[in-house]
Nanobody
Framework: QVQLVESGGGLAQPGGSLRLSCKAS????????MSWYRQIPGKERELVAV????????SYADSVKGRFTISRDNAKNTVYLQMNSLKPEDTAVYYC????????????WGQGTQVTVSS
């Protein structure tokens, strides 16, 4: 059974930092492109950052460029999202996604972790 378990969310002050983790089980992350999405109630899920399975190339939403960093440790089967200089508009539920590089139907989501940025 495939599971993606996010952790590290919580309350942060504006300008603060949080580090999210996504631990995978039942799959080998080395075969997957990994992404972080976020969602605010009533809005569509938004792609925040992507890290490819080979080479580790990354892409970011314009709204988080220069502030967020996605990374992966395939040996630990874990993906991270380092979030710095947090803003109130970063408040959302953050989801981890695993997309197999060859099999589109092998696409998995975590349960989400709440991030709240407020003073």
């Amino acid at each position: 059974q495939v599971q993606l378990v996010e952790s590290g969310g919580g309350l942060a002050q504006p300008g603060g930092s949080l580090r999210l983790s996504c631990k995978a089980s039942g799959i080998f992350l080395s075969s997957y492109h990994m992404s972080w999405y976020r969602q605010i109630p009533g809005k569509e899920r938004e792609l925040v950052a992507v890290i490819r399975r080979i080479g580790g190339s990354t892409s970011y939403a314009d709204s988080v460029k220069g502030r967020f960093t996605i990374s992966r440790d395939n040996a630990k089967n874990t993906v991270y999202l380092q979030m710095n200089s947090l803003k109130p508009e970063d408040t959302a539920v953050y989801y981890c996604n695993a997309a197999h590089f060859l099999i589109p139907s092998n696409n998995y989501w975590g349960q989400g972790t709440q991030v709240t940025v407020s003073s």
